[in-house]
């Protein structure tokens, strides 16, 4: 037998594994290092995270990622110079992080790596009857087995759109892996760039579980302060959110966008929600004059409803789930106050209450879908039009 593949079922077999999962998502900030202890599988599955960091990116790093990010035009060498490239700058990172952690690759079982999205295109947005659902992620799993010495697995989307679905939200797994609770209902919220959410019935029957996009969390207003605000990355505390007015003309006009009229289950990107989507809603609704902080007001505004919409369309008849906040977005005041006065017969909490990192969590669970990878079993979930595929997901790279 090969002496990888009998490594990779010694490690099945290890009553807990050492995963390392991580994630680069759309905001760009950095990259989410979660170093997790894992036993057990499915709905037995136990986790605890052991370090966590988000290690930032450089600006040129960021600028090299932006040149392909979400553009139907970009240059396939770019593209296929950066697969590797980014493959590489994620294996240094790593690097970096274990040495700081005070620990040795040979600890490590198994990497979990997301890898970059650089563009997703379901059928629902490309509309060409000859193609499937697609989407793209570069960062090379074999790039970083090698550089690190630590088998990696990756690529996870393909998988889930090989079986029939749009290759997001991958959370509802290992949300009802980890998080399902006999008496709660539970709605984990996902707020990065695309916000995200999973329902979790309290009577733990898995073909209740529902799980989609609801629209833009963050990505909007993180590139109107980009371009508007001296480079800045992000509305620090919603300062500027809050010193602006909401326009209901432009959050009107937002909100007549075709993708709220499909139905749910969903997927979504910033090919849809860009700032050419804001200033065609400007031109729209007769707003291009709007002062910068009226219009991030109003981007704080639109996200805040067009989730809050999403959760009462799909759950009409669930008033007492709790709400778990994950992501970015939790940390946006404004925000979370929008939410709070849009869903008031919700309690709301966040993923540390859960012993979860609000900010490790994409990171966790990708190192939860590692860990399916190779010791669990396909669960249907979901039911009809909203079920997931009952797969395991992620592709298999050795360092030797």
């Known amino acids: 037998m090969n002496l990888s593949i009998q490594r990779l079922v010694n490690i099945a077999n290890k009553q807990e594994r050492t995963i390392l999962g991580l994630m680069s998502g759309t905001s760009l900030d950095g990259l989410d290092l979660a170093l997790c202890r894992i036993s057990g599988s499915g709905t037995n599955t136990l986790t605890s995270i052991t370090a966590f960091e988000t290690i930032p990116y450089t600006d040129a790093f960021r600028e090299e990622i932006r040149c392909v990010f979400s553009k139907p035009d970009a240059p396939l060498e770019k593209i296929c110079l950066l697969n590797a490239w980014v493959g590489k700058h994620h294996a240094s990172l790593i690097r970096q992080f274990l040495h700081k952690h005070h620990t040795t690759p040979d600890s490590i079982d198994l990497i979990a790596s997301h890898g970059q999205t650089i563009y997703h295109a379901p059928y629902s947005q490309h509309g060409q009857p000859q193609f499937p659902n697609a989407t793209l992620q570069i960062g090379d799993g074999d790039h970083i087995a090698i550089g690190t010495g630590i088998i990696t697995i990756s690529d996870f989307r393909q998988k889930h759109i090989a079986a029939g679905g749009e290759g997001a939200p991958l959370a509802v797994y290992g949300d009802y892996y980890m998080f399902s609770q006999k008496d709660e209902n539970r709605i984990m919220l996902n707020i990065g760039g695309i916000a995200n959410f999973t329902f979790l019935s309290g009577n733990l029957d898995p073909s209740n579980v529902f799980c989609t996009d609801t629209g833009t969390g963050n990505t909007l207003m993180d590139a109107y302060m980009r371009t508007y605000f001296n480079g800045l990355n992000y509305d620090k505390d919603a300062s500027i959110g809050r010193s ?3 326009a209901q ?5 937002m909100k007549q966008h075709p993708f709220f009229k499909k139905p749910f289950p969903k997927t979504t990107g910033p090919e849809l929600f860009n700032l050419s989507f804001v200033n065609n809603a400007k031109q729209q609704s007769g707003t291009s004059t ?3 902080q009226d219009t991030m007001a109003t981007l704080n505004r639109f996200s805040a409803e067009t989730i809050a919409e999403a959760i009462r369309n799909c ?11 994950s992501g970015g977005g939790m940390h946006n005041p404004l925000l979370m106050e929008h939410l ?3 869903l008031p017969d919700f309690s709301f909490r966040d993923t540390a209450s859960l012993q979860i990192h609000p900010d490790a969590k994409e990171a966790v669970l990708f190192a939860v879908l590692a860990n399916e990878c190779v010791c669990g079993n396909p669960v249907a979930m979901g039911k009809g039009k909203n079920a997931a595929p009952a797969i395991t997901m992620g592709k298999i790279s050795f360092p030797y």
């Open 244 to 246: 602006g007015s909401v």
């Open 249 to 253: 003309p432009l959050l009107t006009a």
């Open 290 to 292: 709007l002062s910068h």
């Open 315 to 325: 759950l009409p008849h669930i008033h007492n789930a709790v709400i778990y906040t």
């Open 340 to 342: 709070i006065e849009l």
